[in-house]
C-alpha cells in the first residue's frame, strides 16, 4: 500500500522553513528521500532506517518515528533550488526486500 | 564518468506494438529496477532484479516483460498488453537492496498512439 505524503503542495518564500510528512500503515524497515526536478530523474537525499534515528545534512534533515510509522522531511532556510517535487520510498523489509513503495509527491515552490 | 543511461530519451510506437527501453549502468551495481511515473503521480515498480538471471514482479507487472542476463542491463518491454503504456519510464540501481541509496536514470517518455 502507497505512504500518504502531506501536504500535497508548499509555496514558501526564500528563506522559510518546511514540513512534509510520510505515513504508512505497514511497519517498515526503511524509509527514503528523493527529489525530482521537473522533468528529470529523482535524486537521492537520503535514508532512514528502523530505529527511529535523525538524519541530515547541510539544511535538510529527517526523521523516522518507529511507533507512528511516519517519517518527516524538513527543510530549513530554503534556497530557489529546492523546488521540486519531493518522495518519500518506504520499504517494508522481510519478503519485500528490496522493494520501495512510493509517496504520490508533494510539490514544493520556492519563490524569491 | 559512472552512471545509468537510458535510450532513447522519446519513444513514439503505434499500439499493438512491442517496444523495449534500454537501461545501462556502469556503477557494478547488483539491483537494478523499472518505474513507471504518470503525470503528477508518484513511482510505481514494475520490475526489480536483485542479481544476474534473477527478477522480480512489482506492483504494476502486468503488461510487462524484463531480462537480466547481464549486470549491467536491464532491458525493459513494453508489451501490447499493456492497457495504458503512454508514461515516463525510469530505471534506477543501488548497490545493495534495502539500506542503499537508488540511482536514476535520466528516464525514457514512452508515447502510445
Known amino acids: 500500500q502507497q505512504p500518504v505524503q502531506s501536504p500535497q503542495a508548499v509555496i514558501l518564500r526564500e528563506g522559510e522553513d518546511a514540513v512534509i510528512n510520510c505515513s504508512s500503515s505497514?511497519?517498515?524497515?526503511?524509509v527514503h528521500w528523493y527529489r525530482q526536478k521537473h522533468g528529470e530523474a529523482p535524486v537521492f537525499l537520503m535514508i532512514?532506517?528502523?530505529?527511529?534515528e535523525q538524519k541530515g545534512h547541510d539544511k535538510i534533515s529527517a526523521s523516522f518515528n518507529e511507533k507512528k510509522q511516519q517519517s518527516s522531511l524538513y527543510l530549513t532556510a530554503s534556497q530557489l533550488s529546492y523546488s521540486g517535487t519531493y518522495f518519500c520510498?518506504?520499504?517494508?523489509?522481510?519478503?519485500?526486500?528490496?522493494?520501495?513503495?512510493f509517496g504520490q509527491g508533494t510539490i514544493l515552490t520556492v519563490h524569491p | 564518468d559512472g552512471g545509468i543511461t537510458q535510450s532513447p530519451k522519446y519513444l513514439f510506437r503505434k499500439e499493438g506494438q512491442n517496444v523495449t527501453l534500454s537501461c545501462e549502468q556502469n556503477?557494478?551495481?547488483?539491483?537494478m529496477y523499472w518505474y513507471r511515473q504518470d503525470p503528477g503521480q508518484g513511482l510505481r515498480l514494475i520490475y526489480y532484479?536483485?542479481?544476474?538471471?534473477?527478477?522480480q514482479k512489482g506492483d504494476i507487472a502486468e503488461g510487462y516483460s524484463v531480462s537480466r542476463e547481464k549486470k549491467e542491463s536491464f532491458p525493459l518491454t513494453v508489451t501490447s498488453a499493456q492497457k495504458n503504456p503512454t508514461a515516463f519510464y525510469l530505471c534506477?540501481?543501488?548497490?545493495?537492496?534495502?539500506?542503499?541509496?537508488?540511482?536514476f536514470g535520466p528516464g525514457t517518455r514512452l508515447t502510445v498512439t
Open positions: 534506477a540501481s543501488s548497490t545493495g537492496t534495502v539500506s542503499y541509496e537508488q540511482y
Open positions: 505497514k511497519a517498515l524497515y526503511s
Open positions: 532512514l532506517l528502523k530505529g527511529g
Open positions: 520510498g518506504a520499504n517494508a523489509g522481510g519478503t519485500s526486500y528490496g522493494k520501495l513503495t
Open positions: 556503477l557494478n551495481h547488483d539491483a
Open positions: 532484479s536483485q542479481i544476474v538471471n534473477d527478477f
